[in-house]
């Protein structure tokens, strides 16, 4: 009787609401300031009467702990890392970054419903929450969701005030001790949403939309929409309108059904002479559906999409829109550096510009759900994504990981992840899972089909892939030979094997390389090395160096050229990040942040870039130099000479005197993509390259000179005007530098930040994986003559001006346009 009670309370609702407001459509609303935030467990802290007077006021996004400070102890962990093949505990430091992280922390806000009417219905979307998020509405428990990574949504209409007025949201999140294999973040990190319906409407990622078939010529669309309280056998009309990136109308429908509880409602659609959606053309399209109950409008809802065609081809490879490529990817953990994990649109778009540049196309989510913001970036620019959620299954890698939970909720996440992002055009691929020990258990291969079946079930467009590393387990106990698209987690060694033993034909290099290196730091002699080790805790951008279970990126490059049935490669990684600062993991602190990353930690480009955009930009010339040239207390001696170009030939000279040409060749696997001067004697001036194309025609050249004593600060921002919305970002290179303007390579000095007018500073980093400064204070050490500081627009339209300067040193300084 009760269940019929509430049916009938709610049909009669729908009904006197359908009449009385049927053209008060959805409405958004970013639940972004104005929330108090306090460290520390409060047992009443849910409840209407508690005073957060004395709380810190915040805006969302928020990670609590990217103010440090850093410290040895607040991560130290002593155990054995088997991912990294350590057999024994031991005492690992910086591991997720020596940031305090850990603990409980509460976050309370007040929100109101405009023009609230009985009948509306009112739910709240987290697009994350690090971690174990209890979240309550004026008192009451509203839901608990564990995992930190993923997006989640629920209708608290039932929870809220009579009026819709004065509602207390309250959210309190604990993250434990050894529950990450790197940094985190912790709080409201991600965005917090109030969506605002009639009581017939489309849930949250209430729409899946595919593209059945696809040519040049036309293309066919089908979307599928759920909506929910719909009386039983009610007459629904939809009116569907596909609309390209330019406004115009090219395709729509308009359709009734009388609808079954819980029935979708589908509509088929042909697009003429579509424009495709691929890396080099990231066209979108918009499906705006009407929803009309009695002809009265209830709904508007937008499904964005891309057409584009998938294949994976055996012993052929990957397709896009009918013609073979290779991923050209990168791994990426979530954190943007020294703003921690809080996000942001411009910094993730500053990311994505500088990965671009290099040609690379694609990413992998690694090893966790995007933020959505992250994915929306992908598909305006031109990424392919490989969408992870898990690092951990049912067994554990950390004490306190994802394991806890995965039996009772990695159904649950797994659906979230898929209806939030399986319209996304950037989307080509879904990984179950990262490295999990469960892939050398006999039964393992029982849990990787119950997720991959869950991918397949609600989202049958797309393939699923798993980053494996135990390549003898997974090629022997049948968990790879089970997986759509078997992926291998470094072990190129081994892809040959793997592409004979394995029925699908086809390998991804789902995680690549691992070579380290810090910028602007280069050790002598100059050889291969594998988890080489120095007094001053820094690896050498000679690219030369590697850990244990990985390799150099010539093997790699080779592969994908070598060998059709490779689908290319996601390197570890594109950025360097918070903890794992391999090989300084063990009782070396300092370290406390990657050295792994194409880019460092403040966006600026290693040597490693270059070679990266030397093999992938087919686009722009590339031609790059290393290592700088100041090397006092070094003439005479020996001090190599590489350049990174996408040209066959390049000729050195060192002032004047050359040093004989260069080919690439096939001698060994670094010769075929770089060019290696190895006996070059220093001596301060210049050293100057001259590049040659393929019918030995010079082409370009290039030179860097011994820099003088340091003069001058020079500021060079990434955009020269923001948006007066409180959040966009300009990025600004700082750079000591010589009378002429030439980077001094070696300067370590203390710069110190002032902003006036529309903005402030944000924070600050050097890329140096040793350096305590903290981010968020105006002051920041060079390291090896450059930094990058970040800059704030104000919600107010002016002029930001920014100064940097340091003791005995012109000072630098810029104005960007906030408008």
Not at 666 to 687: F, I
């Amino acid at each position: 009787m009760n269940n019929k009670k509430t049916f009938l309370l709610l049909l009669l609702s729908i009904l006197s609401f359908h009449f009385s407001n049927a053209q008060n459509i959805r409405k958004s609303i970013l639940l972004d300031k104005n929330w108090k935030f306090s460290k520390g467990d409060f047992k009443e802290a849910n409840q209407i009467g508690f005073s957060d007077q004395k709380w810190e006021t915040v805006t969302i996004p928020h990670d609590w702990a990217i103010y440090g400070p850093f410290d040895e102890n607040n991560d130290v962990q002593k155990v054995a890392i088997t991912q990294n093949e350590e057999k024994e505990a031991k005492r690992q430091t910086g591991r997720t970054g020596g940031l305090p992280y850990m603990g409980v922390g509460w976050y309370r806000t007040s929100f109101n419903i405009p023009n609230y009417q009985k009948g509306q219905r009112i739910s709240l979307v987290f697009d994350g929450a690090m971690s174990e998020a209890h979240v309550s509405v004026n008192g009451k428990e509203a839901i608990f969701w564990p995992y930190g990574y993923n997006s989640f949504t629920i209708d608290v209409t039932d929870l809220l005030t009579n009026d819709g007025q004065k509602n207390l949201l309250s959210v309190r999140l604990e993250n434990k001790d050894q529950s990450s294999r790197w940094y985190p973040g912790a709080g409201l990190y991600r965005n917090v949403h109030l969506i605002i319906t009639n009581p017939i409407h489309v849930p949250v990622w209430g729409t899946y939309l595919t593209t059945p078939f696809v040519s040049k010529e036309y293309a066919s669309v089908r979307l599928e929409t759920k909506l929910e309280n719909v009386p039983n056998k009610s007459e629904i009309r939809i009116e569907t309108t596909i609309i390209d990136k330019n406004g115009k109308t090219v395709s729509s429908k308009n359709d009734t059904r009388k609808l079954n509880h819980g029935e979708a409602f589908v509509q088929n659609f042909i697009v003429n002479n579509p424009t495709l959606w691929s890396p080099e053309s990231p066209n979108l399209y918009q499906a705006v559906s009407n929803v009309y109950l009695k002809d009265q409008l209830v709904d508007t809802y937008t499904t964005r999409f891309g057409v584009r065609d998938i294949k994976f081809i055996a012993d052929k490879g990957f397709f896009l829109n009918g013609e073979q490529r290779k991923f050209q990817g990168v791994c990426n953990h979530h954190d943007l550096g020294p703003l921690g994990t809080a996000i942001n649109v411009a910094a993730l778009r500053r990311q994505l510009t500088l990965l671009k540049d290099m040609g690379c196309d694609a990413i992998r989510t690694a090893h966790n759900m995007p933020a959505p913001e992250l994915v929306a970036l992908c598909d305006e620019m031109g990424f392919m994504m490989m969408i992870e959620p898990f690092d951990e299954w049912d067994k554990a890698k950390c004490k306190n990981g994802y394991h806890r939970f995965f039996k009772e909720w990695a159904e649950k996440d797994m659906v979230n992840m898929l209806h939030h992002y399986r319209n996304n055009a950037s989307v080509i691929l879904w990984s179950i899972g990262n490295e999990v020990p469960t892939q050398c258990s006999p039964e393992g291969y029982k849990v990787a089909k119950f997720l991959q079946d869950i991918c397949h079930r609600e989202d049958p467009s797309r393939l699923v892939t798993c980053g494996m590393d135990q390549v003898s387990c997974v090629l022997e106990n049948g968990f790879a030979n089970m997986i759509d698209i078997p992926g291998f987690n470094y072990r190129v060694n081994r892809y040959d094997e793997a592409f004979r033993k394995l029925s699908q034909n086809m390998v991804l290099g789902s995680e690549t390389t691992s070579t380290v290196s810090s910028r602007g730091i280069y050790k002598f002699p100059v050889e291969k090395k594998s988890d080489a080790v120095y007094d001053d805790h820094q690896s050498s951008s000679y690219d030369f160096e590697y850990c244990s279970w990985s390799n150099l990126p010539d093997e790699d490059f080779a592969m994908a050229d070598d060998k059709t049935w490779t689908l290319g490669q996601f390197v570890w990684t594109g950025f360097d990040y918070l903890g794992e600062p391999n090989p300084y993991s063990i009782n070396a602190w300092p370290n406390h942040s990657s050295l792994f990353g194409i880019i460092d930690l403040a966006s600026l480009p290693k040597d490693r870039y270059y070679l990266y955009r030397s093999i992938w930009n087919k686009n722009s010339e590339t031609l790059h130099i290393l290592p700088h040239w100041n090397w006092e207390g070094k003439e005479g001696q020996n001090v190599p000479v590489f350049v990174y170009t996408n040209y066959p030939t390049a000729e050195l000279f060192v002032n004047g005197k050359s040093y004989g040409k260069q080919t690439k060749n096939d001698a060994t696997k670094q010769s075929r993509y770089r060019l290696m001067w190895m006996d070059v004697k220093y001596e301060p001036g210049e050293v100057k390259v001259v590049a040659f194309d393929k019918d030995g025609k010079k082409v370009a050249e290039k030179s860097i000179y011994t820099a003088g004593k340091a003069h001058h600060l020079e500021l060079i921002p990434d955009r020269t005007e923001m948006q007066p919305d409180g959040k966009d970002l300009v990025y600004v290179t700082v750079r000591m530098v010589d009378a002429a303007g030439r980077l001094c390579p070696t300067d370590q000095s203390l710069i110190q930040f002032s902003t006036s007018g529309a903005g402030n500073y944000k924070a600050s980093a050097n890329g140096d994986p040793t350096c305590l400064d903290l981010f968020h204070l105006p002051k920041m050490h060079l390291f090896n003559g450059q930094l990058t500081a970040i800059l704030q627009a104000s919600e107010k339209a002016g002029k930001l001006t920014f100064e940097a300067k340091t003791s005995g040193i012109k000072t630098g300084k810029i104005v960007v346009d906030v408008k």
